[in-house]
């Protein structure tokens, strides 16, 4: 959206503000979809690997504590997952948030998609 002084004819085009996305007929500027999506997966991936970097330091330091931890992302819950894990046996000892839960959100998140239509 343009600022422009007021007045017939006065010869000023509009002020274009920072972060105006509208083009000279003052309509929002097309985004493209492609390049959209392009970015958010790219952002997604500097994302998971920072997680990844900073799950790699905590599972160094838990060794501290005699037990493992290991740090797992849940890309269709979109939700970092810990498994503490017995060093001796290698076994999961806990895991958070539990499997159940894990599942129950699935399964509301599926509910959700069904119940609303959404758009982006």
Do not use: C, W
Not at 45 to 70: P, Q
Request: glycine share 6%; charged share 30%; aromatic share 4%.
């Amino acid at each position: 959206m343009g600022i422009a002084i007021v007045g017939a004819g006065n010869g000023y085009p509009p002020l274009e503000l920072p972060g105006d996305h509208r083009n000279q007929s003052n309509q929002p500027a097309r985004v493209d979809t492609a390049q959209a999506a392009a970015q958010v997966a790219e952002r997604r991936r500097a994302v998971n690997a920072e997680i990844g970097a900073t799950a790699s330091d905590l599972e160094k330091i838990s060794l501290a504590f005699n037990k493992k931890l290991r740090f797992v992302v849940n890309e269709e819950l979109d939700q970092v997952v810990v498994k503490v894990i017995d060093p001796e046996t290698d076994k999961v000892i806990k895991e958070l948030p539990p499997e159940e839960l894990q599942r129950l959100h699935l399964k509301i998140k599926e509910m959700i998609g069904l119940l609303f239509d959404e758009t982006v």
